[in-house]
Structures are given as C-alpha cells and as structure tokens.
C-alpha cells in the first residue's frame, strides 16, 4: 500500500515542496511514497514548480484507509476532512502542536525552525541521502517564502544555514535574489479574482471554539493593493459569513517596510484591538514590524479568544 503525503488545506509552498521532498524521500528509503495536495497550488508555488522542472502533485482530499504523512500543519481543521479515519503514519511541522490525535505511535518532526521544508532537510541528513539539485532548489524557494527572504522572526539559524546548503546543490547563485524574485510572483494581483486572493494563503483556526479565519497576502510594495482594498474587504464580508466565522482577517503585508496592514471583518472588533493594542480604523490597522502570522498574530488572537 502507497504512504500519501500531505500539506494543509489551501496549500502554500512550504506544504507543496515538502510533500514532493518527502515523497522522493520515503522513496529512497525502500517506501512507495506519493506526493498530494488538497486544492489548487497559488502562482508562487507553480512558478517554483515550472523553475525545476517537477509537475504538480496529485490531488488528493479523501484518505480514509490509507497510510498518509501529514506535512506543514497539526490542526485537525486543516487536514483533510477523513484524517481521523486515516492511519497517520507521520508528521512533520514547524507551528504551534495542533488537535490531530493517532491511534497508534507516529514518526514525529516537529521543530521551531522558519520551515517545514529546514525540518525536511535535516531527515535527509539523518538518514544520509543524497538530495539531488531539483530537489534542493524547491526546497530552497520554499525556505526563503516561508521565512520571508530570513526577515521572518519565526527564522532561525537552522533555516539560513538549510539555504546555505541546498543553494549550493541546487546552483542558486544568490538565493536572495531569487527570494525577491519569489515575491514579485507571489505579488501579483493585477486580474486575479478577489476570492481567489484572499483564499491564496488562508487558514481557519479554532480559538477555544470561536472559528477565526486568517489570511495573508505578501508584497515588495503595499501600494498595489491601495485600488482594491475596499473590494478585498468586501470579499472577506462574504468569506465570513459562508464559512460561519466570528472574524476573518487577511494580513497585507509588505515585506521591504517590514509590517502588515490587516484588513478586520468580525464580530467583535474589541477583540482584535485587544490582541494586538491597536485601534481598527475603517476596517484597518497597521502592524509594525509584523510579518509572521504564525508568531506575531495567532497566538496574540488565542490568548484573548481563551479569555
């Protein structure tokens, strides 16, 4: 029986090139491995895909039954829909211990690193395979996305030095260069459906059963969102309510001046205000210096959903 891998819903490149790595991976090791994703891959994470030459992993939602490797989350609400129903051989991950639950013992990677893809690396080295050029060049892009080009304060120095390493095999010359030139792709907004921005990297999370929804868009230069701001927001209105969220939010945020403008559609807008002690100003607020979801807003929003 084939092991599946796996990233999150509404998968980033982080889940995607994980989940190719693994899967070649497991496969050096002696296990039939199979790359998956749950939905659509966003531009980004297409355009490192057609750089090294590799097609886009099988989609897959449903795993009842199967041997499946979870990649880049924990959180139930972001696994496939049946993962209880799956057998839950492994995971790898670089967030907060979610609410999966196993039946039986698990291969577990979870370290506090920028990257799924830096925890991806190190079983490589554990287990003394050679990564070949292609390989290392997705997972290269992957690292210098989810760390922001190293900007991130989720990046550590586990993540710079993955870079250092598997820019090297890959042949990247200058990967910073190459991480700026990720995020023009990842920018790109000019005829893009409002939907389809603000589902681009979104994630739902449960914060002691209030349903908060958190999307982010990054960029070199906030200004182009400056047009359409006001539709960006009346999407995220629309979000909200199909999904039946108490508040979604989505992070503008521009990677040179180095904070986020986050849009806010909810409930109770005292409680985001609280989280971050600012002021919401026509649906807005600035957040200097924030350019980590993962570090500098979920757990500012959890602790005040715990109450």
């Known amino acids: 029986m084939a092991l599946y891998i796996t990233g999150h ?54 795993y009842a039954g199967e041997d499946t490797f979870i990649t880049d989350t924990t959180d139930l609400a972001l696994c496939p829909d049946d993962i209880l ?3 839950v051989v492994g995971v790898v991950d670089h967030h907060k211990l979610g609410d999966l639950t196993t039946s039986t013992p698990l291969e577990g990677w979870i370290r506090p690193v920028g990257c799924s893809n830096t925890i991806v690396k190190e079983m490589f080295d554990h287990h003394n395979v050679e990564i070949p050029a ?88 906030l200004s182009m969102f400056d047009e359409i701001k006001a539709d960006l927001l009346e999407d995220l209105g629309k979000l909200k309510e199909e999904k039946g969220l108490h508040s979604a939010l989505l992070l503008l945020t521009d990677i040179m001046q180095e904070g986020s403008e ?9 409680k985001i205000e609280e989280a971050f002690g600012a002021t919401v100003s026509d649906d807005k607020v600035w957040l200097n210096g924030v350019l980590s979801r993962k570090k500098q807003v979920v757990p500012f929003l959890e602790k005040v959903f715990r109450g």
Do not use: H, W
């Open 262 to 270: 986050l849009l806010v559609v909810s409930d109770d807008i005292s």
């Open 134 to 221: 292609d390989i290392a060049g997705i997972m290269t892009c992957a690292i210098l996305s989810d760390t922001v080009i190293f900007k991130s304060p989720t990046c550590t120095d586990e993540d710079v030095k993955a870079v250092e390493e598997l820019s090297k095999i890959a042949g990247i010359e200058d990967p910073k260069a190459l991480g700026m030139e990720l995020f023009k792709v990842k920018s790109a907004v000019e005829g893009t459906p409002m939907r389809d921005l603000v589902l681009r990297d979104f994630k739902a999370f449960d914060m002691s059963g209030t349903q908060v929804g958190i999307g982010q868009l990054e960029t070199v230069d």
């Open 85 to 87: 129903d799956a057998n």
């Open 9 to 62: 819903k509404i998968p980033d490149s982080d889940s995607i090139c994980s989940a190719i790595a693994l899967a070649y991976l497991k496969n050096q090791l002696g296990i039939e491995a199979i790359a998956c994703k749950q939905g659509d891959i966003n531009p980004e994470s297409a355009f490192i895909l057609e750089k090294f030459g590799f097609d886009e992993p099988m989609t897959k939602t449903s």
